[in-house]
């Protein structure tokens, strides 16, 4: 299933030479992380069920190390950076027509 979300959860500066983690996510709902400093190409930690249908969106907060997950079940979650504990989540949030999905005519 393709990545939807890809976002860089930056080194706090606790571990020199550290180039951090990529996170990633999409359709199956499956929150990836991958650590850039190691030799392998295998990802370090999952979190799985994050949202149904799928993970369209990542940001992570390099000041927090806080991961905020969007989901296309119109859910907002945050993560802890550090041991993926789930902090806070929002649901039922009401959804905005896109930009590239339509443009309303007469306005």
Not at 48 to 76: A, P, W, Y
Request: net charge neutral.
């Amino acid at each position: 299933n393709p990545v939807r979300a890809l976002a860089f959860l930056a080194d706090s500066g606790r571990h020199k030479g550290n180039s951090g983690s990529l996170i990633s996510g999409g359709e199956e709902s499956v929150l990836v992380t991958w650590q850039l400093d190691r030799d392998f190409h295998r990802p370090s930690h999952f979190v799985s069920r994050v949202g149904q249908g799928g993970i369209l969106h990542t940001l992570c907060c390099m000041h927090t190390g806080k991961i905020v997950v969007f989901c296309s079940d119109n859910s907002v979650q945050c993560f802890h950076g550090a041991n993926y504990d789930r902090l806070w989540t929002e649901q039922g949030i009401a959804s905005m027509m896109l930009h590239e999905e339509g443009v309303i005519k007469g306005n």
